[in-house]
């Protein structure tokens, strides 16, 4: 080889380790934050801390895949949610798989009923339930349900992130937050009531 | 008084406007309904209080060591 091509070419090694470190170092700075997703997706913390490592893995391996310049944590909430569901986590963790029609709203309604307007008017009523009962709550959604709302609650995602990380529509996204939150609702007046 | 029909479009636009995904005519829209109707201001409120909260109750700080062994994965080839 020439002098001039082996030049070249060290310069290019020199600038893909640069770029791969500054990729490393983006992802490793929003850790925190994939894990908060993650331990909200899966039921323990060792299941999210495996999924995250995995997560990381993987992004480590194909970060030639990544585009500079778009959302990295979309990116690796992506990669985490499909790991999530090759790994069949999803699956032990659906309490039911049932559409929500009609009985879900009846139930919220009937909820809404007994505690009377006094649920809707007192923000307090929302302080006063425990986190404990917030985080059981959000484990117990369906997990079409609480993926997307953990992903914009708790992700802080848009609805077209959320749409792109979880391969669905944008109009799936809303109307399984809607429904999911409606769910949340529901159970946290049922166990504020009990 | 707020007829019937409005509020379902507030219930409709409530989501997305508490989530801030509402174009600026819809945000409008639903801010002038809000104005009005006292309903729709509390449950407002009340959708704002629980997704505060709901975030803060949720969140759970990295197990220790985690860190460590994320940055041990740094160099991995495919």
Not at chain 1, 57 to 70: D, E, L, M, V
Not at chain 1, 87 to 105: A, C, F, I, K, N
Not at chain 1, 147 to 173: K, N, R
Not at chain 2, 52 to 62: D, F, G, N, P, W
Request: aromatic residues 6%.
């Amino acid at each position: 080889m020439s002098e001039p091509e082996t030049a070249t070419e060290a310069k290019e090694i020199a600038a893909e380790a640069r770029d791969r470190v500054r990729f490393e170092e983006e992802a490793l700075a929003l850790a925190d934050q994939v894990y908060r997703v993650a331990r909200r997706l899966v039921g323990s913390r060792e299941e999210a801390e495996d999924l995250v490592q995995e997560t990381y893995a993987r992004a480590f391996r194909s970060w030639r895949s990544y585009t500079p310049g778009t959302n990295l944590r979309a990116w690796l909430l992506r990669i985490l949610t499909n790991l999530n569901i090759d790994r069949g986590r999803r699956v032990q963790r659906s309490p039911d798989m049932q559409p929500l029609e009609e009985g879900d709203y009846y139930l919220a309604n009937k909820v809404a009923e007994a505690q009377g307007e006094q649920a809707l008017e007192e923000e307090r009523s929302v302080e006063r339930l425990s986190q404990d009962s917030i985080v059981s709550a959000l484990s117990e959604l369906p997990h079409d349900f609480r993926d997307v709302v953990v992903l914009v609650d708790i992700g802080e995602f848009s609805y077209a992130d959320a749409a792109q990380i979880l391969d669905v529509p944008i109009g799936t996204v809303m109307s399984r937050l809607h429904r999911g939150r409606r769910r949340l609702k529901t159970a946290l007046a049922e166990g504020a009531a009990a | 008084m707020t007829g019937h029909d409005d509020c379902e479009k507030c219930e409709e636009l409530l989501q997305g406007f508490l989530d801030r995904e509402l174009t600026e005519t819809e945000v409008a829209l639903a801010e002038s309904h809000l104005d009005g109707c006292s309903y729709c201001r509390r449950r407002y409120r009340f959708e704002e209080s629980l997704r505060r909260y709901v975030k803060l109750s949720a969140i759970e700080r990295m197990p220790p060591g985690l860190m460590e062994r994320l940055a041990e994965l740094r160099g991995l080839e495919a």
